[in-house]
């Protein structure tokens, strides 16, 4: 009986974790975690972030690693949609090839910029090679100061081709280079914006294979990282309210049945006492729960009754202005989020209530009590009215 | 824990400077130079010559009574020239000292990465000792003692940019550019009246009060969860896939005081996670460094330092 009481404990040692696990898991048996192989020549490619969610990862094609050889090439790459622009940029970005010079300067975004090439352009003069030259590095001084997106930068690139004289075949081929270079940041820049979403030890995965492969120019071949249409996420509380039978269940229950015997069973074989053989199973499961949470905003609100109060008043105007407050927003800039889509006398309540919870939260001072107090009253009972927006 | 007035060095500043518009669209320059001073740290200030680096901190220097210095680094510059040295006076057959123009309050060392690296670490050793040695006597330079050295990011030729460690010294690195189309047309125009302002500027503080502002602003409460939510950045800078050295325990020390003097000029005696947020670009994006390969690519240190503040969770509940 020993024997099986002790092969009982190796197995739930081996079971906990598992069950732990599959609850914790956004898809069950979906893999944490992908190796990608050394040498990418696949396309498409499954990895689940830190939150769990699976991300489909596409390597572009090789047949993008052409470089644009005329503004015609350049046009058709950004039509291809192989290159992740959002529609806003491909918006600005399209018939790059056959647009006016007065339609291009429309297009760009910085005043200073299109001021700049307004005036050369009203000016009816060629530009000489120097000319062109310092504008360049203008435009590199603006770029670096982060007045100008690429997309700025690629339009008034575009424009300055129509500002050079016609036979500077030179002068046309550097800035179509130039071009390529700017439409290669802005797909180096959107992948960087969506690495955020990978663990760090999956972005350097990531990194590491794009960037070890060939030369980055004019190779536009960074992975495109997109989400994959989801199962939603396996909870506890769903498992125990789940009435459809499925594997996962069974052996989720025959796992907490093995629980049962083998606690029995190593109190009648063992004498050890149940307290003790709960807190040693509670305590492994803590640990891995323990993990999930880490990266996870916690919910849970704290004992303090005024603390509670602003967190719900939160909560509140999320529901009155459909603006969620993200994990990483202060409450300064939450409220400057929502601070035009409140009507006034509750911007007034939750400016006030905002200013006493971080007094009372981060000061350690009472004194905010009550204005906490009244203004959560009053946002808590703006929840019913319907007229939440700002009257114009 | 009560709200305290906003700090008399800021409010003078943004009096004088900021709303007589002597200083044109340098606002947050000028408040990160005070914050600065009230956490006795270092400045270093990027920027493309004629962006007025030297009057700002000549008009702030007016303004507080302190002294001013300003030193041009070139590659022959000796660290006698900055820190001084004993001079052999014939008249009286004794050594005399020869102060440098280390010996002030506030020090404006232009093109700091022109001077070869000897000079750089004396003036770095002295920045961090707050202290000079010349022939084996110890000098202890005045308090408040702020250095603010200027970097001109186009020069890539006959430079010596100064290594990481060094660079970990500067309490804030301000990168300071052009001004609005709006405000050159008011430069401009009111060049000479500017220059004047400036020329007249009389010191309404000294020495004492800003050891005392100092004093109040090193008192600003932190919170354990501000503590914590400046780790969790620092710590973030260190994991992000980008970054080939990320930030340092100084630069959590730098932060923590930064963010205490920007909550004292917003006239607050407590940190919110705002202050932290407003200072951290300023205080790390000098301090983490961005793998070569991805440099080249265009993914600068205060875009890596951006995304991390924005993946941080600000402390809750």
Same mark, same amino acid.
């Given at each position: 009986?020993?024997?099986?009481?002790?092969?009982?404990?190796?197995?739930?040692?081996?079971?906990? !974790?598992?069950?732990?696990?599959?609850?914790?898991?956004?898809?069950?048996?979906?893999?944490?975690?992908?190796?990608? &192989?050394?040498?990418?020549?696949?396309?498409?490619?499954?990895?689940?972030?830190?939150?769990?969610?699976?991300?489909?990862?596409?390597?572009?094609?090789?047949?993008?690693?052409?470089?644009?050889?005329?503004?015609?090439?350049?046009?058709?790459?950004?039509?291809?949609?192989?290159?992740?622009?959002?529609?806003?940029?491909?918006?600005?970005?399209?018939?790059?090839?056959?647009?006016?010079?007065?339609?291009?300067?429309?297009?760009?975004?910085?005043?200073?910029?299109?001021?700049?090439?307004?005036?050369?352009?009203?000016?009816?003069?060629?530009?000489?090679?120097?000319?062109?030259?310092?504008?360049?590095?203008?435009?590199?001084?603006?770029?670096?100061?982060?007045?100008?997106?690429?997309?700025?930068?690629?339009?008034?690139?575009?424009?300055?081709?129509?500002?050079?004289?016609?036979?500077?075949?030179?002068?046309?081929?550097?800035?179509?280079? *130039?071009?390529?270079?700017?439409?290669?940041?802005?797909?180096?820049? +959107?992948?960087?914006?969506?690495?955020?979403?990978?663990?760090?030890?999956?972005?350097?995965?990531?990194?590491?294979?794009?960037?070890?492969?060939?030369?980055?120019?004019?190779?536009?071949?960074?992975?495109?990282?997109?989400?994959?249409?989801?199962? !939603?996420?396996?909870?506890?509380? =769903?498992?125990?309210?789940?009435?459809?039978?499925?594997?996962?269940?069974?052996?989720?229950?025959?796992?907490?049945?093995?629980?049962?015997?083998?606690?029995?069973?190593?109190?009648?074989?063992?004498?050890?006492?149940?307290?003790? $053989?709960?807190?040693?199973?509670? *305590?492994?499961?803590?640990?891995?729960?323990?993990?999930?949470?880490?990266?996870?905003?916690?919910?849970?609100?704290?004992?303090?009754?005024?603390?509670?109060?602003?967190?719900?008043?939160?909560?509140?105007?999320?529901?009155?202005?459909?603006?969620?407050?993200?994990?990483?927003?202060?409450?300064?800039? *939450?409220?400057?989020?929502?601070?035009?889509?409140?009507?006034?006398?509750?911007?007034?309540?939750?400016?006030?209530?905002?200013?006493?919870?971080?007094?009372?939260?981060?000061?350690?001072?009472?004194?905010?009590? =009550?204005?906490?107090?009244?203004?959560?009253?009053?946002?808590?009972?703006?929840?019913?009215?319907?007229?939440?927006?700002?009257?114009? | 824990?009560?709200?305290?007035?906003?700090? +008399?060095?800021?409010?003078?500043?943004?009096?004088?400077?900021?709303?007589?518009?002597?200083?044109?669209?340098?606002?947050?320059?000028?408040?990160?130079?005070?914050?600065?001073?009230?956490?006795?740290?270092?400045?270093?200030?990027?920027?493309?010559?004629?962006?007025?680096?030297?009057?700002?901190?000549?008009?702030?220097?007016?303004?507080?009574?302190?002294?001013?210095?300003?030193?041009?680094?070139?590659?022959?510059?000796? &660290?006698?020239?900055?820190?001084?040295?004993?001079?052999?006076?014939?008249?009286?057959?004794?050594?005399?000292?020869?102060?440098?123009? $280390?010996?002030?309050?506030?020090?404006?060392?232009?093109?700091?990465?022109?001077?070869?690296?000897?000079?750089?670490?004396?003036?770095?050793?002295?920045?961090?000792?707050?202290?000079?040695?010349?022939?084996?006597?110890?000098?202890?330079?005045?308090?408040?003692?702020?250095?603010?050295?200027?970097?001109?990011?186009?020069?890539?030729?006959?430079?010596?940019?100064?290594?990481?460690?060094?660079?970990?010294?500067?309490?804030?690195?301000?990168?300071?550019?052009?001004?609005?189309?709006?405000?050159?047309?008011? $430069?401009?125009?009111?060049?000479?009246?500017?220059?004047?302002?400036?020329?007249?500027?009389?010191?309404?503080?000294?020495?004492?009060?800003?050891?005392?502002?100092?004093?109040?602003?090193?008192?600003?409460?932190?919170?354990?969860? $501000?503590?914590?939510?400046?780790?969790?950045?620092?710590?973030?800078?260190?994991?992000?896939?980008?970054?080939?050295?990320?930030?340092?325990?100084?630069?959590?020390?730098?932060?923590?005081?930064?963010?205490?003097?920007?909550?004292?000029?917003?006239?607050?005696?407590?940190?919110?996670?705002?202050?932290? +947020?407003?200072?951290?670009?300023?205080?790390?994006?000098?301090?983490?460094?961005?793998?070569?390969?991805?440099?080249?690519?265009?993914?600068?240190?205060?875009?890596?330092?951006?995304?991390?503040?924005?993946?941080?969770?600000? !402390?809750?509940?």
């Amino acid at each position: 009986m020993k024997y099986y009481a002790l092969l009982l404990i190796l197995l739930l040692s081996i079971l906990t !974790p598992i069950v732990i696990g599959q609850i914790d898991r956004h898809t069950l048996g979906f893999p944490d975690k992908v190796k990608l &192989p050394e040498n990418i020549t696949l396309h498409t490619i499954i990895i689940s972030d830190k939150s769990g969610v699976n991300k489909s990862l596409k390597i572009y094609p090789p047949s993008v690693e052409v470089a644009p050889e005329s503004i015609e090439d350049l046009e058709k790459l950004i039509k291809s949609q192989k290159l992740p622009l959002s529609t806003r940029d491909l918006n600005r970005l399209r018939d790059i090839g056959d647009l006016s010079i007065s339609e291009i300067i429309s297009r760009i975004e910085s005043e200073e910029l299109r001021n700049l090439l307004h005036k050369l352009y009203k000016s009816n003069t060629t530009l000489t090679r120097s000319e062109l030259e310092s504008i360049l590095s203008h435009l590199k001084t603006l770029k670096a100061q982060g007045k100008i997106t690429p997309v700025d930068e690629i339009l008034a690139l575009r424009a300055l081709m129509d500002l050079i004289s016609s036979g500077d075949k030179a002068a046309a081929q550097d800035l179509l280079g *130039y071009m390529t270079l700017a439409l290669r940041e802005l797909e180096v820049e +959107k992948f960087i914006s969506k690495l955020v979403e990978f663990t760090p030890t999956q972005q350097l995965s990531l990194l590491n294979t794009t960037i070890s492969e060939k030369p980055l120019l004019p190779g536009m071949r960074l992975p495109q990282l997109a989400p994959l249409p989801s199962s !939603p996420h396996l909870k506890l509380s =769903q498992l125990l309210t789940l009435t459809t039978f499925s594997p996962q269940l069974l052996v989720i229950i025959a796992s907490l049945a093995l629980i049962i015997v083998g606690v029995v069973l190593l109190y009648r074989e063992f004498h050890l006492s149940i307290p003790s $053989i709960i807190t040693y199973f509670v *305590y492994r499961t803590r640990t891995l729960l323990h993990r999930r949470s880490l990266f996870s905003d916690s919910t849970a609100l704290s004992n303090d009754l005024y603390l509670n109060m602003y967190w719900n008043s939160v909560k509140a105007v999320e529901i009155l202005t459909g603006v969620k407050r993200n994990a990483n927003t202060t409450h300064r800039e *939450y409220l400057k989020q929502v601070s035009d889509k409140l009507r006034e006398d509750l911007l007034v309540a939750f400016t006030s209530i905002t200013k006493a919870y971080e007094e009372y939260r981060y000061a350690n001072s009472k004194r905010t009590v =009550q204005l906490i107090i009244e203004n959560y009253e009053k946002l808590v009972k703006s929840i019913g009215t319907k007229t939440t927006h700002k009257s114009n | 824990m009560n709200g305290v007035s906003v700090s +008399k060095i800021f409010s003078i500043i943004k009096k004088e400077l900021i709303d007589r518009e002597i200083l044109i669209e340098k606002d947050l320059e000028l408040k990160l130079i005070v914050s600065a001073i009230l956490s006795r740290g270092h400045v270093l200030m990027e920027g493309v010559p004629g962006v007025a680096k030297t009057y700002t901190c000549k008009a702030v220097a007016r303004l507080l009574g302190l002294d001013f210095k300003r030193v041009q680094m070139t590659p022959d510059l000796l &660290p006698s020239d900055i820190i001084g040295y004993y001079i052999y006076d014939q008249r009286s057959g004794t050594f005399v000292l020869r102060k440098g123009p $280390i010996f002030t309050n506030i020090l404006l060392v232009d093109e700091v990465n022109r001077a070869s690296p000897r000079t750089q670490s004396a003036l770095l050793e002295a920045m961090q000792e707050r202290q000079v040695t010349i022939e084996g006597e110890v000098f202890k330079l005045k308090e408040p003692f702020i250095v603010i050295a200027t970097e001109n990011p186009i020069e890539m030729e006959g430079v010596f940019p100064l290594p990481e460690a060094q660079v970990d010294r500067f309490l804030v690195k301000i990168i300071t550019g052009y001004t609005t189309h709006q405000g050159l047309v008011k $430069i401009a125009m009111r060049a000479d009246e500017i220059e004047e302002a400036i020329e007249n500027l009389k010191p309404t503080l000294n020495r004492e009060d800003v050891l005392e502002e100092i004093k109040v602003a090193r008192k600003v409460y932190v919170d354990n969860s $501000i503590y914590d939510y400046v780790a969790n950045i620092v710590e973030e800078t260190r994991k992000h896939s980008a970054i080939r050295l990320g930030a340092s325990p100084r630069a959590a020390i730098a932060l923590v005081k930064m963010a205490k003097a920007w909550a004292y000029c917003e006239g607050r005696n407590y940190v919110i996670p705002d202050d932290v +947020k407003a200072v951290a670009k300023y205080v790390l994006v000098h301090r983490v460094l961005v793998k070569p390969e991805l440099e080249i690519q265009g993914v600068t240190s205060s875009r890596v330092v951006e995304e991390v503040l924005s993946k941080v969770p600000v !402390p809750k509940p």
